[in-house]
């Protein structure tokens, strides 16, 4: 089946079953490897995009589902000059990572989260990122990189 | 894993300056063996006069650095920290330089990352590359301005000589310093420590922005043109045969191209039997696996359980163990006439690595020769196995190493590199083989799981007089018939506190079990640790005692504890002594920096504290801890204190390791357990193998560095074995439970 889909503001036309996940849609029909497969029944979150600004488990997405939709992948967060998301500039800065294969899903829940609450509490962030599961355990961090975007977020408003 | 010497002897390194090159860039390899000039000579310049990259160091006539990264970087961090101590070294700013993953090659010696030895392997090896290239480009300088060497100095990747006030750019240099001798490694001036500019400074992840944006970084990600996609069903029963398979069927389904049953071998670290289904995507793969039906011979490992294991343990504990590991005094005349005697069982399951990206890996036959791209910790191995198992010689198999999804272990065993191969040696195409979940958890190079049997005694001073351990473990009949325990089931004679207890006895029981079993995250250490601080706590409490005072009455005053002496006819020599001094340091620091002993704590809260040495590492960290009246478990700080030598090279990265260690031996204490029943494990994805999410983690990790004047060694590892019994300990002093059973959670911590 043809499907015509809205990616990171591009439009592409794929040819796939429809049962077939938008996971896989975009790792291997369009190349977009940076949402990543980790237990393909939506338990750990890797695989996190945007559908229509809401955080979403691409491997349980079934791309006979997205229709119009607008999809978000970690490839399209960044602004097109380059500009990083706050909350990807604050994963850099703060060395969030250590594998880092769980950082793409938990930078798209946290930037939705931001957006949603721009001041989290501990609390907020804890109920927010619940989902996203790191093996390497890198959640102090995670906790620490969103109140860095948040700041960074909320100078940027202050300046303009 | 306890020897403290490097293992390259600094008489057998030498330098090689593989080439100038045409465009006038400086190159420098270095080899651990001597005879690395042939293959420099013959490795330096790549297909139609271009050049390959394979030195550690090249500085190109603008001046880019490029540094290049032998060790398999899977979440550790190596691949910035290395670098930088050779940029350290070269001087010049991190800015400017970019850092390269290196294919694996023989040239550049060892590239196994295991055992925390990444850096002390390297890390002297490193300064002194980069010290000779340094070296090199300021006597370019010292003749082209016609002064002596020693009046020049180097920064930021220039060389000024200060008299003159003359300075060039490396770059400039570079044409020159590559016509020069190399100078000797073994005498070659080094930076003084304290004119470190890079080495302990705070440095971010060479690969993040490649991480935050999603860029194509790791095994998963590879696409090589052509490429079909593989799926690979292997028994659920471990290393059961394929007898059948509805191969027709399968190959008619929608997008696959081919299925076929590959025979395997009997090898649990090896090519496993299965069925290969290659198709236009993974999807279709996957889809297509569903429709497919196998008749396994399962063979008997389908009539071994995990409980029938502990059925029998529990029967044979009152027993003498198969095997004495150590026997030291007499511990049952102790036990008669000590003034208390306790006993306990400590249980701990089998778990699975989990590396949150799934095994994979891509390869190519072509011509002959067989390309491997792979998330691998030991790609060494990986090649061995290929070429042995399909009859192709190792000079016809490259493989190219990719960035991993998480390693803890898992890696080191490469049966997903030899399954990929045996599958493209069947197709025409290059091929990527993708385990789902299911595949990663039911064929996982498991961690052992073990029961010890303790008994211990104290004096009416309260003093350990006594201590017995009968440990059961688990592993694999080897040629012979000899069962061998699986990787960390082996208890050395020396694990503390054998040696500092004057009658001690411990016993080893193995059981054979069919099953697989692989190094994961400090083997044994992360198990034992937790048994042995969690009952030398249940006997400071038997004796009214501190537990960080009675911790340092059993270490004692000596500051080393030397090695047993390995049998005669042995291989290897004696293992490194304890260093008892470093371990005392640590201790005292982590319980200063808690206030141990000073601060009171209200019912449902408390501290513990535990201490381990590993993979040359002396760790000790003090847990605080809140458990709620209904039972629930936060903890609300760890501190750690780590002395892993004289420096911290990225401590940012050293950090990362540290509250990685904390937050993954707090989720294997809570939470982590496989079922194993009829030969095969029965978990098989997060819904059933649940792993610790956010709001669990610890409210606070402060970790701190202990720096001593020994050499510089790995963070990987031996952060993690103090944890659990950091925690459990604390657990007690909050509640007056005691964990002696993983994972936590099946304890009840209630209290009133």
Known sequence: MKYTLNINGKSHTVDVAPDTPLLWVLRDTIGLVGTKFGCGIGQCSACTIHLNGEPTRACMTRVSSVRNSKVVTIEGLAEESGRLHPVQQAWVDLDVAQCGYCQAGQIMTAAALLRDNPKPSDADIDGAMADNLCRCGTYLRIREGIKRAAGMTAGKEATQ | ?752
């Open chain 2, 1 to 752: 894993m306890k020897t403290a010497t490097l293992n390259n002897s600094i008489d057998r390194r030498d330098f090689i300056r593989l080439s100038a090159l045409a465009s006038g860039g400086l190159v420098l390899g270095f080899y651990i063996n001597s005879n690395g000039e042939a293959q420099a000579a013959e490795s330096a310049s790549g297909p139609g006069g271009s050049f390959a990259p394979n030195a550690f160091v090249r500085i190109a006539p603008d001046g880019k650095v490029t540094i290049v990264s032998k060790q398999p970087e899977i979440g550790q961090g190596i691949k910035t920290s290395l670098p930088m101590v050779i940029a350290e070294q070269l001087d010049v700013d991190w800015k400017d330089v970019t850092i390269e993953q290196a294919d694996v090659h023989d040239r550049y010696g060892s590239q196994s990352a295991g055992g925390s030895t990444s850096t002390p392997n390297n890390y002297e090896n490193f300064l002194r590359v980069g010290a000779a290239a340094r070296a090199m480009l300021v006597e370019a300088a010292a003749q082209t301005w016609g002064v002596p060497a020693a009046q020049c100095t180097t920064a930021s990747g220039t060389v000024t000589h200060s008299a003159s006030k003359r300075s060039l750019k490396y770059g400039a240099l570079v044409a020159k310093a590559a016509t020069l001798p190399v100078p000797d490694a073994a005498t070659v001036a080094l930076k003084d420590p304290k004119d470190y500019k890079l080495i302990g400074r705070r440095i971010t992840g060479v690969d993040n922005p490649k991480v935050v944006t999603g860029a194509s970084l790791f095994g998963i990600d590879v696409r090589v043109p052509g490429m079909v996609y593989a799926v690979y069903e292997k028994c659920p029963a471990f290393a059961g045969k394929v007898v059948s398979a509805n191969l027709d069927q399968v190959k008619a389904l929608p997008g696959v191209k081919d299925a076929f049953i590959i025979e395997g071998t009997s090898n649990l670290s090896g090519l496993k039997p299965g069925v290969a289904i290659i198709a236009d995507s993974t999807w279709s793969a996957l889809s297509a696996r569903k429709q497919l039906k196998v008749i396994w011979d399962e063979g008997k490992v389908a009539n071994t359980s995990w409980d029938k294991f502990v059925t029998e343990a529990k029967e044979l504990s009152t027993k003498p163990g198969a095997r004495v590991l150590r026997k030291d005094g007499d511990v049952d005349a102790a036990f008669k006439t000590a003034a208390k005697v306790i006993e306990a069982e400590y249980v701990y399951p089998f778990i699975s690595h989990l590396s949150l990206e799934p095994m994979n890996c891509t390869a190519h036959w072509n011509n002959g020769t067989m390309e491997v791209w792979a998330p691998s910790q030991n790609p060494a191995t990986g090649r061995a196995l290929i070429s042995t198992t399909l009859n192709i010689p190792q000079e016809k198999i490259n493989i190219h190493l990719t960035r991993s999804g998480g390693g803890f272990g898992r890696r080191l065993t490469p049966d997903f590199m030899i399954e990929v191969a045996a599958i493209a040696h069947k197709v025409n195409a290059p091929v990527k083989l993708t385990w789902n979940r299911e595949d990663d958890l039911r064929h996982d190079m498991m961690r052992p799981g073990g029961l010890h049997f303790l008994k211990g005694a104290v004096d009416a001073k309260g003093k350990v007089v006594a201590w017995k351990n009968n440990f059961f473990t688990f592993g694999n009949a080897g040629p012979g018939g000899l069962v061998s325990p699986g990787s960390g089931g082996a208890l050395s004679p020396d694990e503390f506190p054998g040696r500092w207890i004057s009658n001690y006895l411990a016993e080893q029981t193995v059981f054979d079990t069919g099953w697989p079993m692989g190094p994961w995250r400090a083997p044994g250490s992360c198990v034992f640790a937790w048994v042995i601080h969690s009952f030398i706590d249940e006997l400071a409490h038997a004796a009214g005692r501190d537990p960080l005072e009675f911790r340092l009455e059993i270490l004692g005053d000596k500051d080393e504890m030397a090695a047993t002496p390995p049998p005669a006819g042995a291989k290897g020599g004696p293992a490194a002594p304890y260093n008892v001094a470093r371990m005392r340091a640590v201790l005292k620091l982590a319980a200063e920096k808690a206030d141990w002993g000073k601060k009171k704590y209200p019912k449902g809260q408390g501290a513990g504290l535990a201490f381990h040495f590993s993979h040359r590492g002396y760790f000790a960290q003090v847990a605080e801890v809140t458990v709620s009246k209904e039972g629930q478990l936060k903890v609300d700080r760890v501190i750690s204190v780590g002395d892993v030598g004289s420096q911290i090279v990225n401590p940012s990265g050293a950090d990362n390791q540290v509250e990685g260690s904390i937050v993954d031996g707090l989720s294997v204490l809570m939470l982590q357990e496989l079922n194993i029943e009829r030969g095969r494990v029965t978990n098989v994805n997060l819904d059933e193998y649940p792993i610790l999410r956010i709001a669990d983690a610890p409210t606070k990790i402060e970790s701190h560095w202990l720096k001593t004047n020994n050499p510089v060694t790995g963070t990987g590892e031996p952060a993690i074995p103090p944890v659990a019994p950091a925690i459990c300990n604390a657990i007690f002093a909050a509640t007056g439970k005691r964990i002696r059973q993983f994972p936590a959670s099946r304890t009840d911590l209630r209290w009133s």
